[in-house]
């Protein structure tokens, strides 16, 4: 019978060790870890394209469509990325405009949106508190998971698309984003209604599935 012995080296009290350097914050760690990664996903989508370009005229469809559900594949996981950014950094709270966290999140959802039509429904310019991206992508994660909800109901979808609406309702003290679906209601438990809850707890806010439709209402007081 085979056996094996790990030594673990063990420092003496005194032994030289550096113990004076300084930690690298965490905030450096992920923004190296983030680059690279983004980078791969850029070389990944330019090998595509290039494929794409060079691939013979016989059986350029099957090609087309491997290359086209790859580079799918690509945005969805760059947009995962934006998801964990957002969970792992803060910022300080400032007033955004509505308008163009909605873009953002729109952008950040888009790989998974698809014929998706989304509006926002508001009475005038509005600001709201925000951290980072993390509004951006509390909205972002509530669509995807209203998308994908209502894009398993292939048959309701097909002739016309799934539609998501923005509604903002303003009283003394509170503000109020109702995101509401024309499709079918997302399971509980979703990864990403977890992560709108806990962004939203970042900027004082609380996010709820609606009682009565597929949707959600998210609450800032």
């Not at 019978?1 to 905030?27: C, F, I, N, W």
């Not at 600001?127 to 048959?155: F, K, M, S, W, Y």
């Amino acid at each position: 019978m085979m056996t094996s012995e790990t030594q673990v080296a063990v420092a003496r009290a005194d032994s030289p060790v550096l113990t004076d350097l300084d930690p690298v914050p965490m905030a450096s760690i992920w923004d190296g870890i983030l680059r690279e990664f983004r980078n791969h996903l850029t070389v990944l989508l330019a090998v595509a394209g290039e494929i794409r370009t060079t691939s013979p005229a016989a059986g350029v469809g099957d090609v087309a469509a491997a290359l086209a559900d790859a580079e799918g594949n690509v945005h969805r996981l760059d947009a995962l990325v934006g998801f964990v950014d957002a969970a792992l950094r803060d910022g300080t709270k400032v007033i955004a405009d509505l308008d163009d966290v909605l873009e953002r999140a729109l952008r950040l959802a888009a790989p998974v949106l698809g014929r998706t039509s989304v509006s926002l429904h508001k009475d005038r310019r509005t600001g709201i508190a925000n951290r980072g991206t993390a509004l951006e992508a509390l909205l972002a994660a509530l669509l995807v998971e209203l998308c994908q909800a209502g894009g398993r109901d292939r048959e309701a979808t097909a002739d016309r698309p799934h539609t998501i609406g923005v509604y903002v309702e303003a009283t003394r003290g509170a503000m109020y984003l109702s995101v509401e679906s024309d499709g079918r209601r997302p399971a509980p438990g979703g990864w990403r209604f977890a992560l709108a809850c806990d962004l939203g707890a970042r900027l004082g806010a609380t996010v709820a599935a609606l009682p009565d439709t597929a949707g959600y209402l998210v609450r800032f007081s």
